[in-house]
């Protein structure tokens, strides 16, 4: 007998309004079959072993590379576009490549696009992973070193993506973990979501974080062409749906501060508890450029006694957005911290 919710989403997937781009049967099914298999969390029972992944300095959790693992050996590519929007020393490239080396049927031209500026930055965390290199020096020959052996699959576009075009081809699996900035994050929405097939997958890295609101709000502005399928680490997967236009786009790259706050709370509402808290708290960081330090933490005050954190730690999460405010003091702050990320301080 079949599963249920396979039949609903077969049903939503053939029936659903498309722009007229609607997917070949065939296609449908196998995409189907593997959007039932992420809403199972399929890549945490069937890859079990870590050594597949390969290692490469990573930010992700353990959870997150599998995930991209098993995208890149299982899920269907109709175009053979997979994009690493923010690789660093490879560990995200890593694991899609590790897992495009398993894939059955693979094709010569299924391939890896790598975006980064590849630069190590002011930031001690990055640092602390690189090892012997000063803020502005490059890091690209690290990157190198651990994609060893895989350089087929890859195509590495290597600068600040606010300069880099999109792959040609239409992207089938787009892996955002760059959207560091409003901008990034504009820039993305308007030249590489627009590419996107409808069937693909968007992977928000920075969703379930405090850092990155801009990405919540355009994920909710965006709720009619994208359904969520899954969390891992701070990752949320999203399979869109086909539809979207330039103005449609467009409109979610300029989206007020005060529409991004309005955009998180309507948005959190629906999500469950993991991803409603980080929502809401990123909304912390439109208030601290909306209404300065004191409005945000009043904000936060309220937060805490109306959606507490769900889950336990030592140091409550919304103290570490607190200490980061307080640090900042305000949005020059905030702004002067962005611009000066890969500067080398140095000089
Ligand atoms: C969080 S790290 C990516 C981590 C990586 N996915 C991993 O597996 O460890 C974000 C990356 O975005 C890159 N980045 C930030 N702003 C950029 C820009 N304007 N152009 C290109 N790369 C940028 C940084 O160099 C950094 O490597």
Redo the contacts with the bound molecule.
């Keep these: 007998m079949k599963d249920p919710l396979y039949e609903l989403l077969l049903w939503r997937l053939v029936k659903a309004p498309m722009d007229g781009s609607a997917l070949e049967p065939v296609h449908s099914q196998a995409i189907l079959s593997a959007e039932l298999a992420i809403r199972q969390y399929a890549w945490r029972s069937e890859i079990l072993d870590d050594a597949y992944l390969g290692s490469a300095?990573?930010?992700?959790s353990n959870g997150e590379r599998l995930l991209l693992h098993w995208l890149a050996r299982d899920y269907p590519l109709q175009c053979g576009v997979i994009v690493?929007a923010?690789?660093?020393?490879g560990?995200?490239t890593l694991a899609f490549a590790t897992g495009l080396a398993l894939r059955k049927n693979i094709r010569n031209t299924d391939k890896i696009h790598s975006?980064?500026?590849?630069?190590a930055?002011n930031d001690n965390y990055s640092l602390g992973l690189i090892g012997a290199r000063r803020p502005g020096e490059s890091v690209l020959d690290i990157f190198v070193d651990h994609l060893r052996g895989y350089e087929r699959f890859l195509v590495v576009h290597s600068?600040?993506?606010?300069l880099a075009p999109p792959p040609a081809a239409s992207i089938d699996i787009l892996f955002i973990?760059?959207a560091?900035t409003n901008k990034?994050n504009s820039y993305l929405l308007r030249n590489f979501f627009s590419r996107l097939v409808p069937g693909g997958l968007v992977i928000q890295?920075d969703f379930n974080d405090h850092s990155c609101p801009w990405v919540n709000a355009s994920m909710g502005y965006l709720a009619n062409y994208f359904d969520a399928l899954a969390d891992d680490g701070s990752s949320r997967v999203y399979i869109y749906r086909g539809g979207l236009t330039s103005e449609v786009l467009e409109a979610a790259a300029v989206l007020t501060l005060q529409e991004q706050y309005k955009l998180m709370q309507d948005s959190a509402v629906s999500m469950t508890v993991f991803p409603a808290y980080f929502t809401r708290i990123s909304a912390a960081w439109v208030l601290f450029a909306l209404e300065g330090l004191d409005g945000a933490l009043v904000y936060l005050d309220r937060l805490d006694n109306e959606h507490p954190q769900p889950w336990q730690s030592t140091e409550k999460y919304s103290d570490l957005v607190r200490r980061s405010m307080r640090y900042l003091q305000d949005i020059s702050g905030l702004n002067n911290f962005q611009q000066s990320?890969f500067d080398d301080v140095s000089v």
Excluded: A, E, N, W
């Design positions: 300095p990573t930010m992700l690493d923010g690789c660093f020393l560990g995200s975006y980064d500026i590849f630069l930055p600068g600040d993506i606010l973990d760059i560091k990034i890295q990320y």
